[in-house]
Every structure is written in structure tokens, then in C-alpha cells.
């Protein structure tokens, strides 16, 4: 069923840190009482849930019958104006394992309707997640922390967030506690601490995508671009490889990249072709798997 009208609501919980994790919450307008599957979304790395046409998707998703939840990491260093870096002292110690528990702390106000509808119920046992790059990797970890998510789709997904990470960086840490990396679209020459890598080196059994996409048994569809110039599409097919469920899919998006033709912003009136195969792809996967 397809749904005319949508309802947005926005605002806070608080992470384990008692910092803001700022949400959208957006539903299809129908029947008190319905029950609707919740959908999260994890934005990537230097992303934010309000990138390019990620709040198209949203509302698409919602009028498939679903209750999307997009929201910022609290370590993503962009504060009340959502769009800008302006909180680069978070920024600078975005962990793994705090971008997970964030995870947890919107699963939590789910399940304790901190984040709820008037008139409609968010059923906290079906979840479904999705995520981009970084988002997707944490997105799988995720997915085999918490029993509630049901559903996965990954888009251009990181395996191995260690192996992002050149000589230098590794060397930067250890030599003088954080190196310097640049935000291409911001021109913001953005500092990382040491306590990054510390937490994913220490703690990869745990944190690793490639590790714990081996204990999923849930559906899960894992979607890249087959020229994508950031993460290359073999880290979406090992996680594939990896994935020990009976029901999932991995596909391969032609003639694109790591954000399947969309940008930032985004004020086209109609999706590339590409990105338009990649939520129509996600979107059946959601109504076969979650609904």
C-alpha cells in the first residue's frame, strides 16, 4: 500500500554522553492504531541525516508504510544548525563504538516511546536498518548488537574501517595524538584524535563490520556502485561473502559511484536513474523482509 500523505516530527534524546542525537521521525498518515515498522537510518562519515537526497528517501520510505527515523550522530560535529561542522570538537573523537551506542539509545527511545507518533504505534521488535559508507558499517554492527533489527540494507558499505586509514594517519596518532584530515566539500581541515583509532584497534571483534556481519541471519541486501571512487564495491561484496543468511542479495549498481549520483545539496526535481535503482531496490527489500 502506497500512502498520499506523510507526518514529520523532529527532535532530541540524549546519547550515553547526555549529548543531543537530534531525529526526524516520519510516518504515512493512516488509521489510529496502525502499526508500522520502524526503519533507522546511519548517515556516513562527514554525513548528516539531511545529506543531498537521503530526506527524499525518507519520505519515500514512509509512504511505503514504514516509520523511517534519520538522525545525527552526536559525535558528527554538526550541532542545532544540522548541516555545518560547527562542532569539531565532537568531531575530532567520533568513535565506532559511540556511533553504536547511539544506535542503541534510538532503538532504546523506540522501545520507550521517547520517539513515538500520536495515534499510531512504532512496533520496537520489527526494525529494519540501512546506512551509507561508514553508516552501513556501522549499520551491520548494529544489526548483530541489537535483537530488535529485523532487516538490513547497506549502500556502498566500509568492511574494514581500520583499512581506511593510510600510514600516515596511523603514524600522526602515534607520534603526536591526531592527525588532520580535509572535508573536500567544505574546504574544513577537520582534527581526529588518537582515542579513534585506540577504540576500533582495541575493540574490533566488536566494532568491525567485516567481523560482525558473520553473526547476521537476518535479511540483508548489500547495494554498491560499481565506480565508486571513495570505498570500492569488493568491501560490499566481502560482507556479502560473509553473511551467513539464507536470504540475502548483493548488488552491483552500473556506471556510478559512492553516492550513486547525488549530491549535496541535492535540488534536482527527479533522481538519477542510478540512485533511483538503489531505492527501489531498498524499498522491496523492506516491504518483502519487514512488513
Not at 554538526?78 to 567520533?94: A, C, H, I, Y
Not at 527501489?280 to 516491504?287: A, I, K, N, R, V
Request: glycine share 6%; net charge negative; hydrophobic share 40%.
Amino acid at each position: 500500500m502506497s500512502f498520499s500523505s506523510i507526518s514529520k516530527q523532529s527532535g532530541h534524546i540524549l546519547s550515553t554522553e547526555k549529548l543531543p542525537i537530534y531525529y526526524d521521525l516520519l510516518t504515512p498518515v493512516t488509521s489510529t492504531g496502525t502499526v508500522l515498522p520502524a526503519i533507522l537510518f546511519v548517515h556516513g562519515f562527514k554525513g548528516f541525516k539531511d545529506w543531498g537526497a537521503f530526506p527524499d528517501v525518507y519520505e519515500e520510505l514512509a509512504r511505503s508504510g514504514f516509520a523511517v527515523i534519520s538522525f545525527n550522530l552526536s559525535l558528527n560535529g554538526t550541532g542545532k544548525s544540522m548541516t555545518e561542522f560547527d562542532e569539531p570538537e565532537l568531531f575530532r573523537r567520533q568513535t565506532l563504538s559511540q556511533d553504536l551506542r547511539d544506535v542503541g539509545s534510538v532503538i532504546d527511545a523506540v522501545k520507550s516511546k521517547l520517539i513515538t507518533i500520536d495515534k499510531l504505534v512504532l512496533d520496537s521488535d520489527r526494525i529494519g536498518i540501512m546506512g551509507h559508507s561508514r553508516g552501513g558499517h556501522t549499520a551491520i554492527t548494529a544489526a548483530a548488537e541489537f535483537a530488535e533489527i529485523q532487516c538490513l540494507v547497506t549502500w556502498a558499505a566500509v568492511a574494514d574501517y581500520t583499512k581506511r586509514w593510510s600510514e600516515k594517519m596511523v603514524n600522526d596518532w602515534l607520534r603526536k595524538g591526531y592527525t588532520d584530515i580535509t572535508n573536500a566539500r567544505t574546504g574544513q581541515v577537520l582534527p581526529i584524535d588518537r582515542v579513534v583509532y585506540d577504540d576500533a584497534m582495541e575493540n574490533a571483534e566488536k566494532l568491525i563490520a567485516l567481523n560482525r556481519v558473520k553473526e547476521l541471519y537476518i535479511p540483508s541486501m548489500f547495494i554498491a556502485g560499481k565506480d565508486d571512487e571513495s570505498v570500492p564495491y569488493s568491501d560490499t561484496e566481502k560482507l556479502y561473502r560473509a553473511s551467513p543468511s539464507d536470504e540475502k542479495d548483493f548488488r552491483i549498481i552500473e556506471n556510478t559511484g559512492h553516492t550513486f549520483g547525488v549530491s549535496h545539496p541535492f535540488e534536482e526535481t527527479d533522481f538519477p536513474p542510478e540512485f533511483t535503482e538503489v531505492l527501489d531496490l531498498t524499498e522491496g527489500w523492506f516491504l518483502d523482509h519487514l512488513r
